[in-house]
């Protein structure tokens, strides 16, 4: 299993960005996907998860009204939308798979497989 995260970069307060995960070398559509993120100092912590189904998600409470999690399964690939972002998005950020099928997962080891890591830096 093979995930590539990208999409990072360096935004303006209020700003947008997408991250993009592909996955290869999985059955994608079996896989719950998420989205994690790690700042500097802290401890990495659940952003977002859809089914694999896409039927069904969530979002961690601080990126409510601002983000969103879809996925296409024709490319394989998990999209995580950034609106209205702030300093304290500022992280990397990890898509991670969860070949289980049980309920969709919000802490780390829920999820077996990670990708490398995407940069989002926040900043005027």
């Known amino acids: 299993v093979q995930l590539q995260a990208s999409g990072g970069g360096l935004v303006q307060p209020g700003g947008s960005l997408r991250l993009s995960c592909v996955g290869s070398g999985l059955p994608f559509s079996r896989y719950n996907m998420g989205w994690f993120r790690q700042s500097p100092g802290k401890e990495r912590e659940f952003v977002a998860g859809?089914?694999?189904?896409?039927?069904?998600?969530t979002l961690a409470d601080s990126v409510k009204g601002r983000f969103a999690i879809a996925r296409d399964g024709a490319k394989n690939t998990v999209y995580l939308t950034m609106n209205s972002l702030n300093s304290e998005d500022t992280a990397v950020y990890y898509c991670?798979?969860?070949?289980?099928?049980?309920?969709?997962?919000?802490?780390?080891?829920?999820?077996?497989?990670w990708g490398q890591g995407t940069q989002v830096t926040v900043s005027s």
């Open positions: 991670a798979a969860d070949s289980t099928g049980l309920r969709l997962g919000v802490e780390i080891d829920e999820y077996q497989d």
């Open positions: 859809v089914t694999g189904s896409g039927v069904i998600s």
